[in-house]
């Protein structure tokens, strides 16, 4: 039962996490203080969230995500203003969880 309440806190702080950003891209200018809030988000993401049996699909979609998101911006900020903001805030919130999670599995290789 306990796993499952870690589980369930670590999906919502995701849906959280990927709300605020849209939000506050939507709505308003990301300045430190709102980037930190959406980076830690994405730290306890990253911390709670992802199991090691899922860390390589994670990490490879958050690149892929991150890679394409040069592009998207270019292409969505012609239809729409505010979506290189939304896309950047949702990067600040995936790029911290990428990195705990990367860092666990560097550790993962190496213990042994």
Do not use: C, H
């Not at 911390?47 to 040069?70: D, G, M, P, Y």
């Amino acid at each position: 039962m306990e796993g499952k309440k870690w589980s369930k806190l670590g999906s919502l702080t995701f849906i959280a996490g990927v709300a605020v950003a849209i939000l506050v891209g939507l709505t308003a200018t990301t300045d430190s203080t709102i980037a930190w809030i959406i980076g830690l988000l994405g730290l306890i993401v990253g911390l709670i969230n992802i199991r090691a049996k899922e860390a390589q699909l994670f990490l490879i979609s958050t690149i892929a995500f991150i890679v394409a998101v040069n592009s998207l911006s270019s292409v969505l900020s012609v239809l729409f203003g505010r979506a290189n903001d939304i896309l950047q805030n949702i990067v600040i919130f995936v790029a911290p969880a990428a990195g705990v999670v990367s860092l666990k599995e560097i550790y993962n290789l190496i213990k042994d």
